[in-house]
């Protein structure tokens, strides 16, 4: 699904965005009017009230909220736009949720070009058309030059849980099997490589993307899932690592198991990084009960954004609250929380 507008505000006359597009005079009226409704135009947001107000289903409600400061914000593959819609869409599956609405809250740097402003408005425009959800309220602030960096964006978003789905790190038992949704690390790689200039042979893209499509398939065959998480920052070591300190358990993975592409695997040994904990924007870890995760993983693979899913490991009764890893040589390493961070504004 496309989403193609051009931009209303005359690129000649405000070519950059100003601090007084920040001031809530004429300027800020002309931005909030002009750029952001008309992309994000809905029922609700035509209220232009300080909220959106809205009717629920009885039930349980998830909600949850990011902030996004990647740098670069245009990456192969997306940019911050699509990746705030897509990374919160992707919090609210976790919970089980079905994502309904999104706030979009907007940090401007002054000098920002606004050409760049309106091509991120459309892709959150579009990723979240292509999500089925609204942006249904929202803020815009606008700093001093040299107090941001081009554009910083916080999303919130609600959903509602569905019915019999019970999901939580300590729902995690031994027995369990963890599987990963597709090839891990490549969001990280590809703006590290974008960020400094770096090419390699074959053009690694982000792997941004909502899964609340796939997980649906998922839900339709069973709601016997344990836990879910988005491995974001910090890569599946660092979420994984969490669910054992969380449940009391131990992890044991296979490193042969774990979906890594030729390309990453490459960019990686050249970097001196390790995929483990290299963020991913567009991939789901699921823990499910053994019996349960073959089915899961053919539904999975029945789907675009999974095709490549693997069942990557399982949960243990040994070594509570350890992630350990069968080595290609038929070792067994600890893999530890990571002290530091790998790739600073990724995500």
């Known amino acids: 699904m496309g989403f193609e507008m051009s931009c209303p505000i005359p690129l000649n006359e405000y070519p950059v965005i100003t601090l007084a597009h920040g001031s809530g005079g004429t300027l800020s009226h002309k931005l909030l009017s002009e750029l952001f409704l008309p992309v994000f135009d809905n029922d609700l947001l035509r209220q232009e009230h300080d909220g959106a107000i809205f009717d629920i289903p009885a039930g349980k409600m998830a909600i949850t909220t990011d902030s996004f400061v990647v740098r670069p914000v245009f990456f192969p593959g997306g940019n911050i736009g699509d990746l705030a819609v897509n990374g919160t869409i992707n919090d609210l599956v976790s919970c089980g949720a079905k994502p309904l609405y999104l706030s979009a809250g907007f940090i401007l740097e002054e000098g920002l070009r606004t050409e760049e402003l309106w091509q991120i408005v459309l892709s959150m425009r579009q990723a979240a058309d292509l999500a089925g959800v609204q942006i249904v309220t929202g803020d815009t602030k606008v700093v001093d030059k040299g107090s ?200």
């Open 148 to 347: 941001g960096d081009k554009i910083f964006i916080n999303t919130t978003g609600v959903g509602m849980v569905r019915e019999g789905l019970s999901i939580s790190p300590r729902n995690c038992v031994p027995g369990d099997e963890i599987i990963i949704t597709g090839r891990i690390a490549e969001h990280g790689v590809a703006v590290l490589s974008a960020r400094a200039g770096l090419e390699f042979e074959t053009t690694l893209r982000s792997d941004t993307a909502a899964l609340n499509g796939l997980l649906e398939k998922v839900f339709s065959r069973t709601l016997n899932i344990h836990v879910m998480r988005d491995p974001t920052r910090g890569g599946i070591a660092t979420v994984l690592n969490e669910i054992c300190h969380a449940s009391g358990t131990g992890m044991l993975l296979c490193e042969d198991s774990i979906p890594v592409s030729e390309e990453v695997k490459g960019a990686c040994e050249i970097l001196g990084l390790d995929p483990l904990y290299i963020a991913n924007e567009g991939k789901m870890l699921l823990i499910v009960p053994g019996e349960e995760s073959r089915q899961v993983l053919e539904t999975l693979t029945d789907h675009p954004l999974g095709q490549e899913a693997a069942i990557i490991g399982k949960v243990t009764a040994d070594h509570p609250g350890i992630l350990r890893m069968k080595t290609a040589i038929s070792s067994t390493r600890i893999i530890d929380m990571i002290a530091g961070e790998q790739l600073p504004r990724i995500c």
